[in-house]
């Protein structure tokens, strides 16, 4: 299966702690998304990449947050010192994206299972 | 700025009935909307789209169709079964090239066998 995958699954952290996902996308994709989705909510956009470059960054994303893709493929998103308001289902998702060509083509994004994240 | 809204669930449906499940949305230009759906302890996978008015997505007996005169993409099944109990959401991609997705905050169905 060459589908998005994140690891880890599900994350138990103590308030205060640094916690760290990871995320690989599609390997033909050169996009790549991270939402995060609270119980009984839709995903809200927290950053993106085209390729290396970390192109836009929802207001959501405090300090705290960083993201990476060092090198165009897999993503890192790191929260340091996490608060119980953090709890939350971490999603990737990737896409393919070649100005010019037709959008039915390359705006449909592909979902990874998901981190969960429990902050005690 | 963009926004989707969908109608709050839960939806209790026993087998072999209907489903509607009204989206509406808010958008500059002309944005592609879809319906993902998340079954139980997975992730979001697509159900179908549409990227211009009047377009019909369909998928698995699913259908939504794309009016832009009363900003709705109405998902639609003329007969469920007890597979399909799963949380529903509706997105639109913005115009432009910056593909970011604004989702619903989801529907749940359940369906009764």
């Known amino acids: 299966d060459t589908g998005v995958s994140q690891d880890p699954r599900h994350k138990i952290t103590k308030r205060g702690q640094n916690v760290t996902f990871r995320c690989d996308p599609i390997?033909?994709?050169?996009?790549l998304y991270w939402y995060r989705q609270t119980l009984g909510q839709g995903p809200e956009f927290l950053t993106y990449f085209q390729n290396e470059a970390q192109l836009e960054k929802s207001r959501l994303l405090s300090d705290r947050f960083s993201a990476e893709r060092p090198k165009g493929s897999f993503s890192t998103l790191e929260i340091q010192r996490t608060e119980q308001g953090d709890s939350a289902m971490y999603l990737c998702?990737?896409?393919?994206?070649?100005?010019?060509?037709?959008?039915?083509?390359?705006?449909?994004?592909?979902f990874g299972p998901g981190t969960r994240l429990t902050v005690l | 700025g963009d926004s989707v809204t969908q109608m709050e669930g839960p939806v209790t449906l026993s087998e072999e009935a209907f489903l509607t499940i009204n989206c509406t949305y808010t958008?500059?230009?002309?944005?592609?909307l879809f319906w993902y759906v998340q079954y139980p302890g997975e992730g979001l996978q697509l159900l179908l789209k549409?990227?211009?008015?009047?377009d019909k997505g369909s998928n698995k007996g699913f259908e939504a169709t794309y009016r832009k005169e009363t900003t709705s993409f109405h998902l639609e099944k003329g007969s469920v079964q007890v597979s399909d109990s799963a949380v529903y959401f509706c997105?639109?991609?913005?115009?432009?090239?910056?593909?970011?997705?604004?989702f619903g905050s989801g529907t749940k169905l359940n369906v009764k066998p």
């Open positions: 549409a990227t211009k008015a009047d």
């Open positions: 997105a639109l991609r913005g115009p432009g090239n910056f593909n970011k997705f604004y």
């Open positions: 958008a500059t230009g002309y944005p592609s």
């Open positions: 390997s033909e994709h050169n996009r």
């Open positions: 998702a990737s896409c393919s994206y070649h100005r010019g060509l037709a959008t039915s083509s390359t705006d449909t994004q592909y």
